[in-house]
């Protein structure tokens, strides 16, 4: 069993949707837990960042994070077709390592 | 935007060929990291490095090669390229307190015919 499971997709959705995306784990260790977005040919860049259980926001985009569930999910309002990306969860415990999901691909149709 | 690069962007060779991928970045980051990524499948951690002489294997095998003799570069060598190698190469940075924030490079995109 892999120790991060992400929604595979892809995902197609209108200009101005709300778009959803999670992960699961099952390391009850991590503490920290982040979403990259992945532009085609491009290297992955950090989008959110949170510490254990809580919302994040920031502008358009919402971080949540379900501890007790081991679940993370991460939103978009009024999405653009600029988000059309890759996003990969990820997480880790205290140290460098991170553990990846296999990405969400999503594009967004104007 | 992160100031970390790596060349070449894309490289296509045959089997046999001893190649070096480059990876520098400018924001005197100590920890380094080397990861593969397939389409479809998780990054996977290669090698990593602490800082100056610091180089360690990360959780996939690999038969590549890493050296930080400089604070700002880690060049990746796979001394004999196979097919099996095929695969982009992403290189990311971190500072020494916040490791698991990761910058990462362009990658690289390498083909082994």
């Known amino acids: 069993q892999k120790e991060v499971e992400q929604d595979p997709g892809p995902l197609s959705v209108p200009e101005g949707a709300i778009v959803s995306l999670n992960c699961t784990y099952s390391?009850?260790?991590?503490?920290?837990f982040m979403w990259y977005r992945q532009y085609s040919r491009k290297g992955p860049e950090l989008l959110m960042y949170t510490y254990s259980s809580g919302n994040k926001e920031d502008g358009r985009f919402t971080a949540q994070v379900d501890k007790s569930s081991k679940y993370i999910s991460l939103f978009i309002r009024d999405s653009q077709p600029s988000d059309s990306a890759t996003y990969l969860c990820a997480m880790s415990e205290e140290d460098y390592k991170l553990s990846f999901g296999a990405g969400t691909t999503v594009t967004v149709r104007a | 935007e992160a100031d970390i690069y790596q060349t070449p962007r894309y490289l296509v060779i045959g089997t046999g060929k001893k190649i070096t991928l480059e990876c520098s970045q400018t924001m005197g980051h100590d920890k380094m990291y080397w990861y593969q990524q397939d389409p479809g499948m998780e990054l996977h951690l290669i090698h990593y490095?602490?800082?100056?002489?610091?180089?360690e294997k990360g959780d996939l095998s690999s038969e590549s090669t890493v050296s930080r003799i400089r604070t700002e570069h880690f060049p990746l060598t796979l001394e004999s390229a196979r097919p099996s190698h095929t695969s982009q190469y992403l290189c990311a940075s971190s500072d020494r307190e916040h490791t698991d924030t990761q910058y990462f490079g362009p990658g690289t995109r390498l083909t082994v015919l």
């Open positions: 490095s602490y800082g100056v002489n610091s180089t």
């Open positions: 390391n009850s260790a991590f503490q920290y």
